[in-house]
């Protein structure tokens, strides 16, 4: 196990920002002063500061010639934490990497480099995830552009491919990359897609796909491909006509059903639809709106949703652009809006569930002179907790977490102004 101290790599790379706020004890509660109402919007001057946070190892130095990107936090089947990133060098080599922590994110394993190359891609649009099957297999799924990087001859110039890659070691070893869809097509899009281990420990991709033919500047349709026996069986397709460029989102509910969140474009009216699978992802209910925002935009936000568990039910949010308070909402999985996040700079925001409640995080400059803060609500039972600002995240994005005890682990990147962010791995009590 590696054993970092962060002030030591902090004063060599120059940071512009401290990485790492002065801490309070581990256990040290949040007192929840008030409640909102449902459906009301919030002024951020309400908010409280919240310092209760510490650092933790992480399972490399952060190497001031490499750009790391999109961390994401998730456990294994016997409850390890789990945390992947891409990092990309000088030359462009970009590697999909793996870390394991067996104390609940304290310290972290040596790092594992899944895969190389020159084409991997990691984004909020398409985000690089790993997979924990109950059988212990580790599944990597992630863009991979390949030999067919540029598509002279095809629509839009662009190609890419949603490949997947095994370990049946514990991540010490891994297959090469193969495509998801079997389709012999090779030069068109597929994307935007998420990636999601079933009830029946089958793993589910969803994905946009170029549409054949198609004479638009870009038109995708919404895809599936599923594992039967741990091989992937041949796509299929689940809705014809979608917003074009917007992620998918997938939720195991608590009764155990796949549901699908995805952006619907109903001549140009881009909400956020829901279908939801009781069978393992072979049949699906029809396309229902979440909330009908009735955002009319002609052309993509490039904006998806997340969802998590909330009690026996789900919380769904997303990005509205709708003149009547414009911003991130975040409804039950129902329909029923809980509250809006009308503030211009509020984005990327993740849910972690936690035992008690379920946790909004997100990134938003506290005022104008400063740079962005992760902040986060609580949700329980409906009722929305005050706005909490983390201290010491200036300069912070693409947070995930990911809830361990009575702690939440963050990961997420810092700023930097030379565009070679670093990673920051800390723990929050909520």
């Not at 600002?389 to 995930?400: C, L």
Request: aromatic share 8%.
């Amino acid at each position: 196990m590696i054993r970092l101290i962060f002030t030591i790599p902090l004063v060599f790379l120059g940071l512009l920002v401290s990485m790492f706020s002065t801490t309070e004890p581990e256990n040290s509660d949040m007192t929840v002063c008030s409640y909102l109402p449902q459906n009301k919007s919030f002024n951020k001057s309400n908010a409280r500061e919240y310092s209760s946070q510490t650092a933790t190892d992480i399972p490399f130095e952060n190497d001031p010639n490499k750009t790391y990107t999109m961390p994401l936090l998730a456990k294994t089947a016997n409850a390890e934490v789990m945390l992947s990133w891409t990092e990309k060098d000088d030359q462009g080599l970009v590697s999909f990497c793996l870390a394991f922590s067996k104390d609940q994110g304290k310290t972290f394993s040596d790092k594992k480099v899944i895969f190389s190359g020159n084409g991997i891609g990691n984004s909020r649009m398409m985000r690089a995830k790993v997979l924990s099957k109950k059988n212990g297999t580790l599944v990597a799924i992630f863009s991979n552009r390949g030999e067919n990087a540029l598509n002279t001859s095809g629509r839009g110039g662009r190609s890419s491919n949603i490949v997947f890659c095994e370990s049946k070691d514990g991540g010490n070893t891994w297959t090469k990359p193969a495509n998801v869809d079997s389709d012999p097509k090779q030069a068109i899009v597929r994307g935007f897609f998420d990636a999601i281990v079933m009830s029946n420990d089958e793993i589910a991709v969803a994905y946009l796909k170029d549409v054949a033919n198609s004479t638009k500047h870009e038109e995708r349709d919404l895809r599936l491909v599923t594992s039967k026996d741990g091989v992937f069986q041949p796509e299929r397709l689940i809705d014809p006509v979608v917003c074009d460029c917007c992620p998918i989102n997938f939720l195991i509910d608590a009764s155990g059903a796949l549901n699908v969140f995805y952006r619907d474009n109903n001549d140009n009216i881009r909400d956020i639809a829901r279908m939801t699978s009781k069978d393992n992802g072979q049949t699906f209910s029809k396309p229902e709106i979440v909330f009908n925002d009735k955002w009319e935009i002609n052309g993509c936000p490039h904006s998806g949703a997340v969802s998590t568990i909330n009690g026996k039910g789900g919380l769904v949010s997303w990005f509205s652009g709708t003149d009547n308070e414009m911003g991130i909402r975040v409804a039950t999985t129902e329909g029923k809006r809980l509250f809006v996040l009308d503030d211009a700079s509020a984005k990327n925001q993740y849910l972690v569930k936690t035992p008690t409640a379920s946790v909004l995080f997100w990134e938003q400059n506290k005022d104008e002179n400063n740079p962005s803060q992760i902040a986060f609500r609580k949700i329980a039972d409906n009722k929305v907790f005050e706005l909490v600002w983390i201290e010491g995240s200036a300069n912070s994005t693409n947070v995930t977490g990911l809830n361990v005890g009575n702690m939440v682990i963050i990961a997420n990147e810092i700023i930097q102004s030379n565009k070679r962010n670093k990673l920051k791995i800390s723990t929050v009590s909520i």
